[in-house]
């Protein structure tokens, strides 16, 4: 089956304690990005990929980083977690660039406390 | 820089009708228009997705259309279902080497039986 899975679902953790949220598809896309959610604020680009080794910023990276190793694989790292990043965090995949379908994972609920 | 909104922000209506949900977007230069779905507790599932060039898409019961010019897109569901029963957003991708997709922040639609 097609999809893009996300560890873990639920996260709970404390400040300054650093994690990583994994991402992974099946289908062989070029082009992976991290959301984040917020009520009133709608989804906001972390990071996006266009390929292996090939990163870039979205609109609110600051405290994240990711890395591209592989193609199917795409972690977001929190090296100093606060509590403004308590959020829902969505990983998403398309075949080649934005401008193709995306295809989101389940979301990860992370709680910083 | 590019806005995106969606009004309204929450919708109930009886089942069996016909319903449209409305986003517009500031910046008329973009590349494509996708309509998401998203369920509680769920990742967003792509629903139509419209190219500048065009001016309409077609699934099912859905039909979404793009006026690039006014910088408006519809979602037009027909004979509404509880199921249908979700958040919708809307998202564009703008023109040139942008990769970002830039997200409405929904409506929640209710179709009560």
């Known amino acids: 089956e097609a999809q893009v899975t996300q560890n873990p679902r639920y996260l709970i953790t404390v400040t300054g304690k650093k994690l990583t949220v994994t991402c992974s598809q099946n289908m062989n896309h070029e082009y992976m990005s991290w959301y984040r959610q917020d009520p009133g604020l709608g989804l906001r680009q972390i990071y996006y990929?266009?390929?292996?080794?090939?990163?870039d910023k979205g609109d609110v990276p600051e405290g994240y980083k990711v890395s591209r190793k592989e193609k199917r694989n795409f972690p977001l790292i929190l090296e100093s977690p606060s509590p403004n990043q308590t959020s829902l965090y969505f990983c998403?995949?398309?075949?080649?660039?934005?401008?193709?379908?995306?295809?989101f994972g389940p979301g990860t609920r992370l709680t910083v406390t | 820089k590019q806005e995106v909104t969606q009004i309204p922000a929450a919708l109930s209506v009886p089942e069996g009708e016909n319903l449209v949900l409305n986003c517009s977007f500031t910046d008329s230069a973009i590349y494509n228009l996708q309509w998401f779905r998203q369920d509680p507790g769920k990742g967003l599932t792509s629903l139509l997705l419209?190219?500048?060039?065009?001016r309409e898409q077609t699934s099912g019961r859905l039909n979404a259309s793009l006026d690039k010019s006014s910088g408006r897109s519809t979602l037009y569901i027909a004979a509404s279902q509880p199921g249908d029963s979700a958040t919708y957003l809307c998202?564009?991708?703008?023109?040139?080497?942008?990769?970002?997709?830039?997200f409405g922040k929904g409506t929640k639609l209710t179709v009560n039986p």
């Open positions: 419209i190219q500048s060039s065009q």
């Open positions: 990929s266009m390929n292996v080794e090939v990163t």
């Open positions: 998403a995949s398309s075949v080649h660039l934005s401008a193709y379908e995306q295809y």
């Open positions: 998202a564009v991708k703008g023109e040139g080497g942008s990769e970002k997709l830039v």
